[in-house]
């Protein structure tokens, strides 16, 4: 189930990524406070290549992930990527226990301890796929804000959860 929620986020990704030029990709927009598209999917796809990385280690830690900007200018670069997290997923036979590295310290000269949580490749998976869920609920706004005429799945963006409420609630 994880896998194919996870593979569901990515073909959404894909679809939208099919519709966008490079220009509209990396455009600040207003709606979203001069940030661009590209930067929101450069965030949901770093997030799995973070936990990817991290499963021989077994150890993950999204505030040290590497942040690749060619990902926020380049709908090709971030095809490829969705590729490789996919062939990763193929590959993905069992759970893994691992930890989390945490650390909310505001500033860097902030004397807070990062923490260390008991996790699980399996519970990784499902943050990340509520992570992008919520990310790809923001790119449905800036997709709608481009004035352009986009073709996306009328659950691009919307919790699993929601989904399965709007249609109880419709029977």
């Not at 996790?119 to 481009?146: F, P």
């Not at 073709?151 to 409420?165: E, Q």
């Amino acid at each position: 189930m994880l896998k194919q929620a996870t593979y569901q986020n990515l073909d959404y990704l894909r679809n939208a990524l099919g519709q966008l030029s490079d220009e509209q990709f990396s455009r600040p927009l207003e709606v979203l406070s001069q940030s661009t598209l590209g930067m929101h999917v450069r965030h949901i796809l770093e997030f799995y290549t973070c936990l990817i990385n991290a499963v021989d280690k077994k150890e993950v830690d999204y505030d040290s992930r590497v942040r690749d900007t060619s990902l926020e200018v380049s709908t090709d670069n971030c095809l490829n990527e969705i590729n490789r997290i996919s062939g990763f997923l193929e590959d993905v036979d069992g759970d893994v226990e691992m930890k989390l590295k945490v650390n909310y310290a505001l500033n860097p000269d902030e004397d807070c301890e990062t923490m260390t949580i008991n996790t699980s490749l399996y519970r990784e998976l499902q943050y990340n796929i509520e992570h992008a869920v919520h990310h790809l609920a923001i790119i449905k706004i800036g997709i709608k804000a481009l004035e352009d005429s986009f073709n996306l799945d009328d659950n691009f963006g919307i919790a699993a959860s929601t989904i399965r409420n709007k249609n109880v609630c419709a029977q």
